[in-house]
């Protein structure tokens, strides 16, 4: 698969995941006879809120041709269950974390219970310590307050200028069908490309515009070369979408497509994109994992990755038994970001910038 192709591919499953995350619903209960058109807007454009349930991404790339290093399947995964703890606050969560392809194995995940946060890698938990996970929830939470504070609402797909009617092509009312023990509505239907791009820039540049963290790598829109180079390479391109019978909330969404390369150099694949979401506002148990070692274990796993030692100041899962100052530095780059978000208050340009802390 085409180097060129990767950043694009990320852009769009983002924009897919953007569709899932912000996704409500509402109104009365939905049958066989619904009208698709009915559906997709309730599904789409509500406001109701999901406050807790269970998490579960597989994404699938099965590439032939090309060089050796992209041949063969890729896989990776992002189960767990996640519970809020009230609007702004960050929520509980224990996700793993699976990737397997190219001849590597890698497991990991993240668990916040509210007060305490742990990593785990390859099988072991590792404790972060009470001051850096402080700092981290502070940091959270102020972005949130901040992001509020610059859209009222950022939730809606059609704030981000998302809207799957736009761009899927034949949707059927396929009938009942469940995910889990929920009953559900199927729709099918294929995409547009060149229609669904026009809400992936729209969204990129709103995403950009609001300074979240994690969208640093995405670009903030899509050229035109790489839009032709999508809407040429994308084949067969098909949509399943499963929306509660009762909410109109989204449980599930599978994409499936082809990519060709084509110059005919970089092989073909296909991708397959599955999200749901089970135990929709059911109540989930989220405890710490017991015998977590100290962080500062773990970076030494990897020589530090020029991150000092994290886990290695303050509290009672990540204390050092050195007397070292290996993490002062990026502790203080820490504290000085938490402050710098606290002192933005409501200034998102300033809060980004806060960010330059944690490079500098």
Same mark, same amino acid.
């Given at each position: 698969?085409?180097?060129?192709?990767?950043?694009?591919?990320?852009a769009?499953?983002?924009?897919?995941?953007?569709?899932?995350?912000?996704? !409500?619903?509402?109104?009365?209960?939905?049958?066989?006879?619904?009208d698709?058109?009915?559906?997709?807007?309730?599904?789409?454009?509500g406001?109701?809120?999901?406050?807790?349930?269970?998490?579960?991404?597989?994404l699938?790339?099965?590439?032939?041709?090309?060089?050796s290093?992209?041949?063969?399947?890729?896989?990776?995964?992002?189960?767990?269950?996640?519970?809020?703890?009230?609007?702004?606050?960050l929520?509980? $969560?224990?996700?793993? $974390?699976?990737?397997?392809?190219?001849?590597?194995?890698?497991?990991?995940?993240?668990?916040?219970?509210?007060?305490?946060? $742990?990593?785990?890698?390859?099988?072991?938990?590792?404790?972060?310590?009470?001051?850096?996970?402080?700092?981290?929830k502070?940091?959270?939470?102020?972005a949130?307050?901040?992001?509020?504070?610059?859209?009222?609402?950022?939730?809606?797909?059609?704030?981000?200028?998302?809207?799957?009617?736009?761009?899927?092509?034949?949707?059927?009312?396929?009938?009942?069908?469940?995910?889990?023990?929920?009953?559900?509505?199927?729709?099918? !239907?294929?995409?547009?490309?060149?229609?669904?791009?026009?809400?992936?820039?729209?969204?990129?540049s709103?995403?950009?515009q609001?300074?979240?963290?994690?969208?640093?790598?995405?670009?903030s829109q899509?050229?035109?070369?790489?839009?032709?180079?999508?809407?040429?390479?994308?084949?067969?391109?098909?949509?399943?979408?499963?929306?509660?019978?009762?909410?109109?909330?989204?449980?599930?969404?599978v994409?499936?497509?082809?990519?060709?390369?084509?110059?005919?150099?970089?092989?073909?694949?296909?991708?397959? $994109?599955d999200?749901?979401?089970?135990?929709?506002?059911?109540?989930?148990?989220?405890?710490?994992?017991?015998?977590?070692?100290?962080?500062?274990?773990?970076?030494?796993?990897?020589?530090?990755?020029?991150?000092?030692?994290?886990?290695?100041?303050?509290?009672?899962?990540?204390?050092?038994?050195?007397?070292?100052?290996?993490?002062? !530095?990026?502790?203080?780059?820490?504290?000085?970001?938490?402050?710098?978000?606290?002192d933005?208050?409501?200034?998102?340009?300033?809060?980004?910038e806060?960010?330059?802390?944690?490079?500098?």
């Open positions: 698969m085409a180097r060129s192709l990767q950043p694009i591919l990320l769009l499953v983002a924009a897919l995941a953007l569709a899932v995350g912000a996704c !409500g619903g509402g109104g009365d209960e939905a049958s066989s006879d619904t698709v058109n009915t559906l997709l807007t309730d599904t789409f454009k406001n109701k809120d999901v406050k807790s349930g269970k998490l579960n991404l597989a699938k790339v099965d590439a032939k041709g090309g060089t290093s992209t041949q063969g399947p890729l896989n990776i995964s992002v189960s767990g269950p996640f519970q809020t703890e009230g609007k702004q606050k929520p509980k $969560f224990d996700i793993d $974390f699976a990737f397997e392809g190219a001849g590597q194995s890698i497991k990991a995940g993240l668990t916040s219970t509210g007060t305490k946060g $742990f990593v785990n890698f390859q099988g072991t938990d590792y404790a972060v310590s009470d001051q850096v996970f402080q700092q981290f502070a940091g959270y939470e102020q949130q307050k901040n992001g509020s504070s610059s859209s009222k609402n950022q939730q809606s797909l059609s704030s981000l200028g998302l809207d799957p009617r736009q761009w899927l092509t034949n949707p059927k009312n396929e009938g009942d069908a469940k995910v889990g023990d929920d009953d559900t509505i199927k729709i099918t !239907g294929g995409v547009d490309v060149n229609k669904l791009l026009d809400d992936v820039n729209t969204a990129l709103k995403v950009k609001l300074g979240a963290q994690g969208t640093q790598n995405l670009p899509l050229t035109a070369e790489q839009r032709k180079q999508v809407t040429d390479a994308i084949k067969d391109p098909k949509v399943e979408i499963y929306t509660g019978k009762e909410d109109k909330i989204l449980r599930r969404m994409v499936s497509l082809g990519i060709v390369d084509p110059k005919g150099s970089a092989g073909s694949a296909t991708v397959n $994109f999200l749901s979401i089970s135990d929709l506002n059911e109540d989930q148990e989220i405890s710490e994992p017991s015998g977590a070692k100290p962080f500062d274990q773990l970076l030494s796993k990897f020589g530090g990755l020029g991150l000092g030692g994290l886990g290695s100041t303050g509290g009672t899962g990540g204390t050092s038994s050195g007397g070292g100052t290996s993490g002062s !530095g990026s502790n203080q780059k820490l504290e000085k970001y938490s402050k710098c978000v606290t933005a208050g409501n200034d998102v340009a300033k809060a980004r806060c960010q330059k802390l944690l490079t500098g």
